[in-house]
């Protein structure tokens, strides 16, 4: 168990602020100290949304850039934004279906930032659940080795977090962003 | 005892709450809101006996939790930083008064701003006014300052403040909560005193005498607080740089010096007023220069009178606009280690950041939802009067309508209808004699909009007011207004018409529409501007009546009309520019618009969006010979 720093950015409205909170829940059930930072207030209205959580590790509640473990980008535009947080060695899971962007791709290998893609709005059509974006991508981003928490202990700390008719279609939105 | 994740906002009820507090009052504001619905959550969990009230202003919301102080009993209200401008009046007055149960101001700073219209410190009102801070670094320490703070006002007998900041009060931390038995303070009632609670002049000036004794004893007390502590700081030694913080920034500066890889004392103060001037004093003793990070201003460092040795906004090193980031605070740092002789680590270069900097990608501002009544309030309005008319507008979600450049101005709750009374008196000196519209949401009108009407009518000004009525206070998670027929708790409670208000102050032409109706929406806005301008007339009301339909949305859902574009769109780009609904997409190849059926909503409106006829009802589309929407 690691202490870890995640960046998690999307748009308004596309779920930034559950999988912030799946993730403190998933901290806290293994008894790591939590602090998460959310943006509220414009963040259903469409603008960019971002959200820093710190598993293990200090109370400062904003990450530094090219400190952040890992990037979790439910919109391929909002983690382009964001990539400077991830370190070198980090990781970056986004949502998209073409790729990243080439004109990183030098920069990022010199870094030894692994970049992994997934058409999550894809494959949460296909489920049947539009609206679950935000958990594919969770979910991939844990089957990648992203972040140092199982697909497992997301579903756990999904499951406690509720509400109880949600955790059905929550727990199947993760497992199918982790390809199961 | 158990640890549980706690959004700052909720730590500061759940503290409120197990002190004992049995009133508390709000007006929604961010990054305040939660607080309000924080308590009124523990009062159902923990099957407490408490008031909790969305007041109609924070002046109101301020005076109707200290008559409950005065009652003896423990109060508190909570409000954005801005709020507290508008609870200001009584704050001052409450000072010199003095309270009986504990009472504490909650004003909430937006450091940034992210979401407000000044990054003003309430700490500063505070010194000003003469109230006592706590400056809680996270939840954690805003659920204990929460009860530290109305215990403390309630042993001298006055208001004091507990201001958090965002990244406190929308910080979700791992907190150790005590599952302790609430606090209750016996309250018999209002004892009179008209010498304290109606205190004329010549008693005020013994009272404020009395007030400047409190100050005196409490900072002695928080000389010897432990919410004042220092960190990596031996007695006795004597150190190039030291550093004093309080709130998030020090949090924020502790870390940038652990990533460093250096070492300085530090001084943490979580009380910045009155400042514990001896143990301040003590520290920098010890330090050849001092450097103070503290957010949104200067407020530590502006009550250090001997400053020959300390570093901060006010000489430049630390910036004095913005938030205080990692970054900023981390390059203050190396600039003051070296000042100072000290040996600095490299900065590490960060060509992510120049790289994605130049490749320019578009900012993403936030819109008014699809289907938003104000979007259909506003297009027809500016389909009418177009770019030349005065649009002074007002603080909601239509604030937005800055995208559709449909407002004009903002200043401050209420300033739609005064700025467009002073447009008016203008104009008879500017002869600048375009349309004066001014747009208002429903909260807004009724928190500050009222005695501007009224001065409208009697000064005899003539402009269309929009009363943009969606039945809530939107942005900041539908909170109920007076106007609505339920309270804070959901329990019914009495509704008071806006048409009714209205009509009392006197206006003359006073309609209700539907914004939807586009046709019957524009013709009227015609005859009220008519109104306004005829010899007998005078003053137009509209108001703009369609709930929100983010929290609302069975009207749409009763009567759905699906669109499409059809294939003769060219891309022009007068939909997205002129209406700018979110479901209204342009390819990549920017050759079309698309309908984004993931977030349409079916309303319809947009059907008007395009002058050129190419979106149409999708039925229609389909009728449409070999044309595939």
Sequence with gaps: ???????????????????????????????????????????????????????????????????????????????????????????????????????????????????????????????GMLASTNLVVLGFAAACGALDLTVEQLGEAIEALGPARSVPVNLKALEAGAGR | MSVQLLLGNDAIALGLTQAGCQVVTAYPGTPSSEILAGVIRYKKKLGLDLYAEWSASEKVAFEVALAASLSGLRAATAMKQV????????????????????????????????????????????????????????????????????????????????????????????????????????????????????????????????????????????????????????????YPLGVIAGGVAYQTVRQALTDLG???????IGTPFPLPRRRVAEFIAQCGRVLVVEEPDACIELQISDRTRVSGRLDGMVPSAGELTPEILSACLSRCLSACGLSVPPSED??????????????????????????????????????????????????????????????????????????YQAARFTGDHRPIVALIGDSTFLHSGITPLLNAVHTGARFVLLILDNHTTAMTGAQPTPANDFNAEGDLAARIPILDIVRACGVRFTRMADPYEHESFESLLKEAHAFSQAPEGGLAVIIADRPCILYDRSPVEANPIPVAVTAECDGCRYCLEAFECPALVLRPDRSRVDIDARICIDCGQCIDACYKGFIVPKDAALALSGARP
């Design chain 1, 1 to 127: 168990m690691k202490d870890s720093k995640l960046v998690i950015a999307g748009i308004g409205g596309q779920g930034v602020i559950f999988v912030t909170k799946v993730l403190a829940q998933a901290g806290l059930l293994r008894g790591q100290p939590v602090m998460a930072s959310e943006n509220h207030g414009m963040s259903q209205r469409g603008g960019s949304v971002m959200s820093y959580v710190k598993l293990g590790g200090s109370e400062a509640p904003l990450i530094q850039r090219g400190t952040a473990d890992a990037l979790i980008a439910l919109d391929k535009g909002e983690g382009i934004r964001n990539l400077a947080y991830v370190r070198r060695g980090g990781q970056v899971c986004a949502n998209s279906s073409d790729g990243f962007d080439d004109r990183l791709a030098a920069c990022l290998a010199e870094l030894s930032i692994q970049v992994h893609t997934v058409d999550a709005d894809g494959l949460a059509r296909a489920a």
């Design chain 2, 83 to 238: 709020g507290l401008n508008v609870a200001a009046d009584p704050m001052f007055s409450a000072a010199y008064m003095g309270v009986v149960g504990g009472f504490v101001i909650v004003p909430c700073d937006d450091p940034g701003p992210m979401s407000s219209q000044t990054e003003q410190d309430s700490r500063l009102l505070a010194l000003t006014a003469k109230v006592p801070v706590f400056d809680p670094a996270t939840p954690a320490e805003a659920l204990g300052m929460a009860g530290a703070a109305l215990e403390l006002s309630e042993r001298h007998r006055l208001p004091v403040m507990l201001r958090p900041t965002t990244r406190v009060c929308h910080a979700v931390q791992s907190v150790a909560v005590d599952n302790q038995k609430v606090v209750r303070r016996p309250a018999a009632g209002f004892k009179k005193d008209p010498q304290r609670w109606a205190a004329t002049p010549v008693f005020r000036l013994k009272l404020h005498h009395e007030l400047n004794a409190k100050l005196a004893a409490i900072e002695a007390e928080f000389n010897e607080s432990p919410l004042n502590f220092s960190v990596d700081c031996e007695g006795g030694r004597h």
């Design chain 2, 262 to 268: 250096v070492s300085v004392p530090l001084l943490k």
């Design chain 2, 350 to 423: 960060l060509p992510l950041d120049g790289l994605v900097q130049s490749l320019k990608i578009a900012p993403r501002r936030p819109r008014l939802c699809p289907g938003c009544s104000h979007r259909s309030a506003m297009y027809t309005m500016k389909h009418l009067f177009g770019p030349n008319a005065i649009y002074p507008g007002d603080i909601g979600c239509y604030s937005l309508g800055t995208n559709l450049r449909a407002i004009d101005t903002f200043v401050d709750m209420g300033a739609a209808i005064t700025l467009a009374t002073g447009f």
